[in-house]
């Protein structure tokens, strides 16, 4: 904290608000501090409040600016207009906003408080900045399939840098839920079906936003929701009750919170859904004894929006009140968009049905995170005309973004090796994502522009395609008039179809929950008429969940996964399609046969009667009409090569305390480059609880030139074996342990066996 920096920002603001800042009584304490993490000075702020201020810095609404728009995203909720929510800041009733606009709202409201309000307490500027804020990147599932955390911390890096400098302090963001039923719309936002996977990108989506130093004018404060298992919501139903053992919740849901928490991030958001029985709004089990008894969190857990509330329809709470009452005491810290903190908190302190102290304690936190942001040493930190300017994507960031997408796409299948294609071919581009600013960016996106991202047909022309005709042929959910007749003529006149087709954003995301995770129908009978042409046909498929793949969609000569990829869709695509670069993405969640096998994951569990490889038989775990498996599993993504897998190294026993390493060799026979992600997955074949038929274990990513092998070695100890026992305690047993070097969760790849010798 140095008072050349206020100096310097006065300069820039007009010096009315910063030098009320200056004078201020928070202020003159704070410039004692040193640094510490909860300095003294806090307290002597907390002392000075009254319990309707203490109140008001647990209370978080969204943005009024602009006639409320941030409301637009979520339920309709009325609020007071911009000028009445300044003079609620003013007045001590609100820690913030989020979902707002820009530099000149925060400036405005900050300036306000700065100047007007009784102890100065800078605001914080909250927004859901989930996969970029101008510049926007593939949809987190997406992202997910390049195996690449590394990469996903620096979109989060490249978000923040731009967010930051918009005014905004702190995302909701990363959402960490496991999805393991693609009914669920939310699937997209997360890192998909797998623990691992899990926990490594909510750890790298943290360190990216975070940054170095929580304090820094381009870090932005990461929050970990929706604790807790808000993917595990039953039929894939949006809100929907969650029942699960507690063994499934450590061992599966949580890891990827607490990977998040135990990367730094200040904040977490309760989720909506109930967990046997209780609301995780008020479920004092999950938000004390784990996560601030065992986990030991010190930063602060917000409400989703109106979640403290809903526990009323729920049938937990009785009324506004006493929803208040059971949030907080269960230990919500703040409040999000109900309101019911500010207007209870006080009275329920007063009547003795809160304790003073857990107030100060919540009060304390969330002091704290803003002190750690910098404000109270900076209140207008991130709040800079120029920068906003500045950072709004750069060329650094779009480049990142094409190289995102480009690493996101999966291809599913490429027969005849009819992928890449060749430049001069003519190509029949069908499907109503052919063309056009809509449904590039995806359903989750605040501040991103549809009409700033780069359609498909733009992408193609732009890398050279010779002949392209664009065709829609259908809607995405309802036909078009003459659009099969136009796209079967376009097909006919062309060399290749590429047929765009999938789900729109609105149909994946929040609230968006499928009974049939399909192609709609109209797509389906566009599908059906063009592959009745004969001429190859490549799929691309928008989607922000798995999909079950039917008919002539699953029966193309090449599919590719192309999600929701943002600010550079079409260029990235293109990219692949022509094989500028290789595809090099592997599907973080399983695509099964039909939607009637949901929820379905790899990580499923063998039953008594499972069933053998080869021909069905009878009285086995199968569905009557497709396998127990995905038709395209988890892990799963074909390179432009040709790769083996071969010569497995794994030696017989694992000592107790050693180490063991499992090794294999991977050659690319093929005649173009590629990048393979080598899989390691074991199986614990008897054990005191059953275990998984497979479990990932690590993964490595390596580039082969055509010819090349590369011997690719993994090592594992015990504690990699590790699962919860009978008692819920962690625990290794001796035994044998199948272990697959593999592409995927259902391939055969390389496979050994060891045993773990006690
Ligand atoms: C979502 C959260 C989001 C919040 C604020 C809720 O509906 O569940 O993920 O952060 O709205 O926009």
């Known amino acids: 904290m140095t008072d050349s920096m206020i100096s310097r920002r006065a300069a820039l603001l007009g010096a009315g608000a910063i030098v009320a800042w200056s004078a201020s009584p928070a202020r003159a304490l704070l410039a004692q501090v040193d640094g510490a993490a909860l ?77 007007g309000s009784r102890l100065k307490i800078p605001l914080i500027f909250a927004a859901d900045v989930i996969h970029g804020h101008r510049t926007i990147f593939p949809v987190p599932v997406a992202e997910a399939a390049s195996f690449d955390p590394d990469l996903a911390m620096r979109t989060a890096r490249m978000a923040a840098y731009e967010a930051a400098a918009a005014g905004i302090d702190w995302t909701f963001f990363p959402m960490v839920d496991i999805a393991r039923d693609q009914r669920w719309g939310r699937t997209m936002e997360g890192a998909g079906e797998d623990p691992l996977l899990g926990q490594m990108f909510a750890a790298a989506r943290v360190r990216g936003f975070q940054g170095r130093s929580l304090a820094a004018d381009d870090a932005v404060m990461a929050c970990i929701k929706h604790f807790a298992a808000y993917g595990a919501t039953e039929s894939g139903l949006d809100y929907n009750a969650v029942d699960l053992s507690e063994r499934t919740l450590r061992e599966i849901y949580l890891p990827p919170y607490k990977a998040g928490f135990d990367a730094g991030a200040m904040s977490g958001m309760a989720s909506f859904n109930e967990i046997n029985g209780v609301p995780a709004t008020g479920n004092p089990w999950l938000m004390q004894q784990v996560l601030r008894d065992e986990w030991k969190f010190p930063g602060i857990i917000v409400s989703d929006y109106t979640g403290d509330e809903e526990m009323i329809a729920a049938g937990f709470a009785k009324d506004g009140k006493d929803a208040a009452r059971l949030a907080f005491l269960a230990g919500v810290d703040m409040s999000m968009q109900s309101n019911l903190y500010a207007l209870h908190l006080a009275d329920l302190v007063r009547e003795g ?84 600013q809509h449904d590039l960016n995806g359903p989750w996106v605040v501040y991103g522009d549809n009409n700033q991202a780069v359609d498909l047909v733009t992408g193609i022309k732009a890398a050279g395609a010779r002949a392209v005709s664009v065709t829609a042929g259908s809607g995405v959910e309802e036909a078009l008039p003459g659009g099969i007749a136009a796209a079967v003529a376009a097909a006919q006149a062309a060399d290749v179809v590429v047929l765009a087709i999938g789900e729109s954003e609105g149909m994946s995301g929040e609230a968006q929950s499928r009974t049939s995770i399909t192609i709609p129908a109209p797509q389906m009978a566009l599908a059906e008429a063009v592959a009745g042409t004969g001429k190859p046909v490549v799929v691309l498929l928008k989607n922000g969940r798995g999909l079950a793949l039917e008919g002539a969609v699953r029966d193309a000569a090449a599919i590719m996964v192309t999600w929701f990829l943002g600010s550079e869709t079409g260029h990235a695509i293109a990219d692949v399609l022509f094989g500028k670069v290789g595809p090099s993405g592997r599907l973080p969640l399983s695509f099964p046969y039909e939607s009637g096998q949901e929820p379905y994951y790899y990580a499923h569990k063998a039953t008594g009667r499972p069933a053998p490889a080869g021909p069905r038989e009878p009285y086995k775990t199968q569905w009557r009409t ?48 590629c990048e393979e992600l080598v899989q390691l997955y074991i199986r614990d074949r008897v054990a005191s609880i059953t275990r998984p038929v497979r479990e990932l274990k690590a993964f490595r990513k390596v580039a082969l030139a055509p010819g090349a092998r590369e011997t690719v070695t993994f090592t594992l100890t015990r504690a990699q074996l590790e699962f919860l026992g009978q008692d819920l305690r962690p625990t290794v047993e001796p035994g044998t342990f199948d272990v697959w070097i593999a592409p995927s969760a259902q391939a055969e790849g390389v496979h050994g066996t060891f045993e773990l010798l006690r």
């Open 39 to 115: 300095p003294a000075p806090i307290e002597a702020i907390l002392a000075r409040m009254t319990l309707e201020e203490k109140a008001g810095q647990l209370q978080l609404n969204a943005a009024a600016w602009s006639g409320g728009t941030a409301t637009g995203l979520n339920p309709p909720s009325s609020g007071p207009s911009f000028d009445g929510q300044v003079a609620d800041a003013v007045a001590g009733k609100l820690t913030g906003v989020f979902n707002g606009n820009g530099v000149e709202m925060a400036r405005r409201m900050q300036d306000a408080v700065m100047r």
């Open 353 to 436: 049905a809160v304790p003073q102290a857990t107030l100060d304690r919540s009060v304390r936190r969330v002091l704290a995170v803003k002190h750690r942001l910098g404000l109270f040493d900076d209140p207008f930190r991130r709040i800079d005309k120029t920068r906003e300017t500045a950072r709004s994507r750069t060329r650094a960031a779009i480049a990142l973004s094409r190289e995102a997408a480009q690493k996101a796409i999966v291809l599913l299948r490429n027969e005849g090796d009819l992928l890449p294609l060749d430049l001069n071919r003519r190509i029949a581009l069908i499907g109503p994502f052919a063309s056009g």
């Open 626 to 673: 497709a396998p127990n498996a995905a038709l395209y599993p988890f892990g799963h993504g074909l390179t432009y090569g040709k790769v083996t897998y071969a010569a497995p190294d794994v030696p017989p026993t694992l000592a107790w305390d050693g180490r063991i390493r499992l090794a294999a060799t991977i050659s690319n026979t093929g005649t173009r480059a």
